[in-house]
């Protein structure tokens, strides 16, 4: 390399076959993520399951978040997007951080006073008729 070139010189024909042979491919940017936790999920054969893992699964602050980031950013992904609207709109984002919070601990509180209700009309009916 003591000529002035920056490196071997390689054919572009050595170079497409590189490409033809490579084993690695590279993930996109626009590809989704994946996920970061399995989703808690009951079989759709127990009756309320799809109410019930529609209330654990939902966000729907978030998901409002998530959607005016999409419509007023133009990064070139969504992580982008919503990373830019959450540095613009600071109260936005920990509104809708804490309110999703807020939401998923009283669907647990209301879950467990369901089956609370239920055990304790089962041992009423049981044991005091």
Do not use: W
């Not at 609207?85 to 919070?101: G, M, T």
Request: hydrophobic content about 40%; some cysteine.
């Amino acid at each position: 390399m003591t000529d002035g070139s920056p490196g071997p010189n390689v054919s572009p024909d050595e170079v497409d076959q590189l490409y033809r042979n490579s084993k690695e491919l590279e993930k996109s940017e626009d590809s989704p993520p994946a996920p970061l936790t399995a989703p808690i999920a009951l079989s759709s054969d127990v009756p309320g399951a799809n109410l019930l893992n529609g209330l654990v699964n939902a966000a729907p602050f978030s998901e409002f978040l998530h959607f005016k980031a999409r419509a007023n950013c133009t990064h070139k992904t969504d992580q982008g997007r919503i990373r830019k609207y959450s540095e613009e709109h600071p109260n936005l984002a920990k509104f809708c951080l804490v309110a999703d919070v807020i939401f998923r601990v009283l669907v647990v509180l209301a879950v467990l006073a369901v089956v609370g209700a239920v055990l304790a009309g089962v041992i009423l009916k049981t044991f005091y008729r």
